[in-house]
């Protein structure tokens, strides 16, 4: 089970890193709020790898909060875009 | 038994994160990475959940990572589509392979409503006398008047 739980942060590590190298790379705004909720979904299994290494159910509370902010924030910044703000950042 | 299927469960949730994030890195423009991104990612959202679930095998527990799959599952189409659809309006250049764009001069610049360019001549005049009554979005040429 150990090997399992740490493969998989390993996993999901280098996940990470390449949605950054989109976040940093990204050519439009758009491309980076994507990246971004990319990020932020892998953020939410990252806590439920969390939550099963460390036998703790408190941290699935801290899962839907990030699911939440996630989604208004790519909410938010298509309403932004939408409305005529900077479009190349 | 049951671990095995959290095991697997982990890892597949794992692999298919690590899919959305190569699809994110690789695709040429942003409706093909929004593809990638959204159905993966709320795949290994949901695989995850489900592998906490069964780990904690608790009532609370599975009510929270429940809602946690709903939500996700509600959530990611919106958000996609709201992006898709500023990202659209904003203009984004799309792939050179692209082959065909059904949208192209069917949004209207002024209200930001699509059009199907199938219209007779008069919904299309009821359009154009409603275009001033209700605006759905606001843009900076509204503002300005």
Known sequence: MQLVIYLTFAILSLAMILVFVRLMIGPTLPDRVVALELLASIMVGMIGAYAIYTNRTGFLDVAIVMALTA????????????RGGPRHD | MID?????????????MLLAA?????????????????????????????????????????AKTLAVILFIFITAPIAAHVIGRAGYFTGLPLCEQTIKDELVDCYDEKSHRLLSGLETEEELEAYRQNLDMKPRIRTKAQRLE
């Open chain 2, 4 to 16: 095995w299927l959290i095991k697997i469960l982990m890892l597949a949730s794992a692999a298919f």
């Open chain 1, 71 to 82: 989604f208004l924030a790519a909410v938010g910044f298509a309403r932004f875009l939408e």
């Open chain 2, 22 to 62: 190569v699809g994110i890195v690789r695709l040429p423009d942003l409706l093909t990475r929004m593809h990638a991104t959204t159905k993966a990612g709320a795949l290994g959202v949901a695989l995850m959940m489900l592998a906490v679930a069964l780990h904690f095998a608790d009532s609370v527990v599975s």
